[in-house]
């Protein structure tokens, strides 16, 4: 093994929920307080959503598209919620510039403004991750793979998906970087970064993983 080689230490993250108390009906009253809203709250409406429990193969990429499918029943504004992709935008801020776009530029073309039944209003979060060493620790591509079948979910959105956003600059996922910067591995870290990762599970996501490193070793 190259002596630049570094040990790939895996941490998990608790996802601490903080309601705000804002809740929407209906789509103006969501717009309005979607508007309002700090980059904190889009944040984990978008980004988080991936660890939540209930998503599945099948189901849109975001609570917002989620909601506006199945409570809503907006087919419509459901898949423009959910085809768009934040990753793409530098900052949070855009991101929500994009959205009210989106939604505003819905609105023009409904005749009337959509409700919910009571109970299935939207409610605004925002929340707190806390990292954590997880206790694994490798430092060979054939180690990594046999890590990915266990660590938690958990585990690995942090560092294949909120680890873009931790640091401003960092533009790719923490295994890419490790690899790219300790083996003459191009190819791998091409096929990890062309993942479309933002409309996989996370479920599909340790699969084609797992699938590209068993294909290189």
């Given at each position: 093994?190259?002596?630049k080689t570094k040990i790939f230490k895996f941490y998990d ?28 709250v889009i944040f984990h409406h978008l980004y988080q959503s ?168």
């Amino acid at each position: 093994m190259p002596e630049k080689t570094k040990i790939f230490k895996f941490y998990d993250t608790i996802v601490l929920l903080s309601p705000t108390g804002q809740k929407a009906s209906n789509l103006k009253e969501f717009l309005n307080i979607l508007e309002q809203s700090e980059d904190k709250v889009i944040f984990h409406h978008l980004y988080q959503s991936h660890i939540k429990y209930y998503l599945k193969v099948g189901e849109f990429p975001n609570d917002f598209a989620n909601w506006a499918a199945y409570e809503l029943e907006d087919m419509a504004l459901a898949e423009k919620l959910a085809n768009f992709d934040p990753y793409d935008f530098k900052t949070v801020g855009q991101v929500k510039e994009k959205l009210i776009e989106i939604i505003e530029e819905h609105m023009w073309d409904l005749p009337t403004i959509p409700w919910v039944r009571f109970g299935s209003e939207f409610c605004f979060s925002s929340a707190t991750s806390i990292v954590l060493p997880l206790g694994i620790n490798i430092s060979t591509l054939k180690k990594f793979k046999k890590a990915l079948n266990i660590i938690p979910d958990s585990s690995l959105y942090l560092h294949f998906y909120e680890a873009r956003k931790i640091k401003k600059e960092k533009e790719h996922d923490d295994f890419s970087l490790w690899i790219e910067n300790n083996f003459e591995k191009k190819e791998l870290v091409r096929k990890i970064r062309e993942i479309d990762f933002y409309f996989f599970s996370l479920g599909e996501i340790r699969k084609k993983l797992i699938g590209i490193l068993e294909n290189e070793l």
